[in-house]
Nanobody
Framework: QVQLVESGGGLVQPGGSLRLSCAAS????????IVWFRQAPGKEREEVSC????????YYAGSVKGRFTISRDTAENKVYLQMNSLKPEDSALYFC?????????????????WGQGTQVTVSP
């Protein structure tokens, strides 16, 4: 059974850091492109980062470039999103997702599987 589980969110002050984790079960993350997207109330969904199959390439939205870093740990079957210099506008529910198409590259805007999300709140 394909499952993605996000964790690592929380409340942080502006300028702070968080590291989000995306743990997969039922498939090997390394073979697929993995997307982190976020959804805030009243705002459109935003794909903030993506890592291609076997780390072929990465993608960052302009709003997070230089502040967020995506990485993959193949041994643990996880993908991480390191978020630094956080801003209040980064507050959202963050999801990891995949379309389960072998050998995928980034960016990706359509996907079929995602987890329950992890909440990130940036506030003084």
């Amino acid at each position: 059974q394909v499952q993605l589980v996000e964790s690592g969110g929380g409340l942080v002050q502006p300028g702070g850091s968080l590291r989000l984790s995306c743990a997969a079960s039922g498939f090997t993350l390394d073979n697929y492109a993995i997307v982190w997207f976020r959804q805030a109330p009243g705002k459109e969904r935003e794909e903030v980062s993506c890592i291609g199959s076997r780390d072929y390439n990465t993608y960052y939205a302009g709003s997070v470039k230089g502040r967020f870093t995506i990485s993959r740990d193949t041994a643990e079957n996880k993908v991480y999103l390191q978020m630094n210099s956080l801003k209040p506008e980064d507050s959202a529910l963050y999801f990891c997702a995949t379309d389960l198409l072998l050998g995928g590259s980034c960016p990706k805007y359509e996907y079929d599987f995602w987890g329950q999300g992890t909440q990130v709140t940036v506030s003084p």
